[in-house]
């Protein structure tokens, strides 16, 4: 009965590669997001999606394109891996339009070497 | 865009006593403001959260206060247990840019220890 998940939890790769990660939740909910967190914590968000249309695109490297193929997943594909990319990328799905609880999935940690 | 201050960004206090970490958010327009607690290698999850209609709200050893006039909203934990030892991090919520959405724009953190 997880809400949100993602996979994987882990991802350790070399740097110039591809990699994704991907998100889903069974909450109901229509509004999913990513976040990215850095070695000294801070959350930024990078991309919200609602009803499987983009309605946030921080400035974000164009490296990163998230996609959602239903309200229930999204999914974060980055391209051409840097050492910078290295951090913890949170999935989060809120019902409306963020003036409420967002659910956080439990993480990936991404190490780029 | 909206930008959120958070102090202290380190806060060490003995079991028993008060926490209180303070934010201030620069977007008039913003109207909600969540706080959310993550243990360490765990997700954030919301504790407590409040809306601009309200100035103050309260959830047994928690509490938020709101002072929209001054753009600044309070976390207050009495009592503090051991297990309250986390990052906290407070939270604003105002418009993305361009669309009726909202957008969350997260404070820095406070690393709360909390010393039996």
């Known amino acids: 009965d997880t809400a949100v998940s993602q996979t994987p939890k882990y991802l350790v790769t070399q740097m110039g590669n591809d990699k994704s990660i991907k998100c889903e939740q069974n909450l109901g909910h229509d509004t999913m997001y990513w976040y990215k967190q850095d070695s000294k914590k801070f959350l930024k968000i990078m991309f919200s999606?609602?009803?499987?249309?983009?309605?946030i695109n921080e400035t974000v490297p164009n490296r990163f394109s998230p996609k959602s193929p239903d309200k229930a997943h999204l999914n974060l594909h980055i391209n051409s891996l840097e050492l910078g990319d290295s951090a913890v990328y949170f999935c989060?799905?809120?019902?409306?339009?963020?003036?409420?609880?967002?659910?956080f999935g439990p993480g990936t940690r991404l190490t780029v070497t | 865009g909206e930008n959120v201050e958070q102090h202290p960004s380190t806060l060490s206090v003995q079991e028993g006593d008060s926490a209180v970490i303070k934010c201030t958010y620069s977007d008039s327009a913003s109207n909600y403001f969540p706080w959310y607690k993550q243990e360490l290698g765990k997700r954030p999850q919301l504790i407590i959260d409040?809306?601009?209609?309200?100035g103050e709200k309260k959830d047994q050893r928690i509490a938020v206060t709101l002072n929209k006039t001054a753009k600044h909203f309070s976390l207050h934990i009495t009592e503090t247990q051991p297990e309250d030892s986390a990052v906290y991090f407070c939270a604003a919520s105002g418009l993305a840019g361009g669309t009726s959405y909202g957008k969350l724009t997260f404070g820095q953190g406070t690393i709360l220890t909390v010393h039996p």
């Open positions: 999606y609602n009803n499987k249309e983009l309605i």
């Open positions: 989060a799905s809120s019902q409306g339009r963020a003036w409420g609880e967002q659910y």
């Open positions: 409040i809306r601009s209609n309200v």
